[in-house]
């Protein structure tokens, strides 16, 4: 679904907010940055993009999308450029602020202005899949979905995609079998503290 866009640079274009930015630690002592994406990514996301095997796509796309219409400048511009109204991007990335930063992962919350649902989607880089980057980065897209007052956060898997589903089990979803195997991951949420 395509949401309305707010041109950067208008009255209305809100910047990313800086308490989406902070630092995560993996469990094997990996310290890395999850912040909001920014227009400067694009060549980032198209080599984060490269790096994704097709099932890893199409875990998250539900369906086999060629590299060369992933990465399309259309494409990638507009998940660079976020309104921050009604999606709220994060990427997780190495290396951050030097001239080889790397994005590791991409998650996405998607809201309706006025309602308090959430709905979060994620990609990780294969190599860095069952290191901890996912958890990190979903509960983060967790706490920001509090901080903006949603009280449920929802997202869909692929009923073959156990791991995703264990880390939402592991961070207090609800799992719900659906018909087309797919599985609806929901949390209800407590909203408050800022992440």
Known sequence: METP?????TPD???PPRELSGTVT?????????RPIRPEDEPRLAR???????????????????????????????LCFADFHTEIPLVVVRGAGSADEEILAVGRLHRDPGRP???????????????????????????????????????????????MQRLCHRLGFTLHAGTGG????ERTLVPGAPP
């Open 117 to 163: 649902e959430a709905e979060f989607a994620l990609v990780v880089a294969d190599a860095w899949q069952r290191r901890g980057v996912g958890e990190r980065l979903l509960a983060r897209l967790e706490a920001v979905a509090r901080a903006l007052g949603c009280t449920s956060l929802t997202g869909t898997v692929l009923a073959e995609n156990l791991p």
């Open 182 to 185: 797919e599985v609806t991951a």
């Open 5 to 9: 866009r707010v041109e950067p640079g």
């Open 48 to 78: 984060f993009h490269a790096g994704l095997s097709d099932r890893t796509v199409y875990q998250r796309y539900f369906r086999p999308i060629p590299l060369a219409q992933r990465v399309r400048h259309a494409r990638l511009s507009r």
């Open 26 to 34: 993996l469990p094997d002592s990996t310290a890395l940055l999850v």
């Open 13 to 15: 274009a809100p910047g």
